[in-house]
Every structure is written in C-alpha cells, then in structure tokens.
Nanobody, 125 residues
C-alpha cells in the first residue's frame, strides 16, 4: 500500500494560482502511475491529470489542459499539481491517487488502489 498525503488547498480568487502537493510513502516500488482527481459536491469524481512513472509522460483532462501542470520530485517523494488561471468551476476536493496496474486507463478512478484524504480548493470572488 502507498500512503498519500495531500496539502496546499485553499480559498483563492478567480485567476489566481495554487500548487497542490502529494507526499507519498510505503510500497512505491510497484507504482505505475499517479494522478490527481477532483470531486465537487453532488458530482462524480473526475480525472484531472496523471504522470506515468516509467517515462514521466503526462496527461490532462480537457478542462484543465494548458492551465494545470503535474510534476514529480523523486528526491522529495512528492508529486505536485500546479494550478494557474483558476476558475470557479475548479472548486472541488482534490485527491491524489496511485495505481500499480499498467493496463489501466489514466481516467479510471476505480483502478487506482491508493488514495489520499483530499485537500479542498475553493475558487470564489
């Protein structure tokens, strides 16, 4: 099992930036991919971004492409989600997750075995 702890959420105005962090520990040798998901009240959990560990390739949801960037710092055992030009519709609880399954699709939340507790992002004027 991989232990994940998110941080960095908060209340910001539209157009602002935030950087979320996700510290990981535990059974990380078998991790294939880590991703960020978000869930707004009354909505399903949705894919935001992911990074594959084997080649550091990235992928993003269309709604955040060009505004969000996922990155990984091996020395700090942390992945980040840099969020720029935030919009009210970005308001949600943000979760990081890890999957050990190389056959899974990036967007399949059910294929991610390990999850953090989440960090709240609220974008409002």
């Amino acid at each position: 099992q991989v232990h994940l702890v998110e941080s960095g959420g908060g209340l910001v105005q539209p157009g602002a930036s935030l950087r979320l962090s996700c510290a990981y520990s535990g059974r990380t040798m078998s991790v294939y991919r880590m991703g960020w998901f978000r869930q707004a009240p009354g909505k399903d959990r949705e894919f935001v971004a992911r990074v594959n560990w084997v080649d550091n390739s990235e992928a993003y949801a269309d709604s955040v492409k060009g505004r969000f960037t996922i990155s990984r710092d091996n020395a700090k055992n942390t992945i980040y989600l840099q969020m720029n030009s935030l919009k009210p519709e970005d308001t949600a609880m943000y979760y990081c997750a890890a999957t050990h399954d190389p056959t899974s699709l990036s967007t399949e939340a059910l294929k991610y075995a390990d999850w953090g507790q989440g960090t709240q992002v609220t974008v409002s004027s």
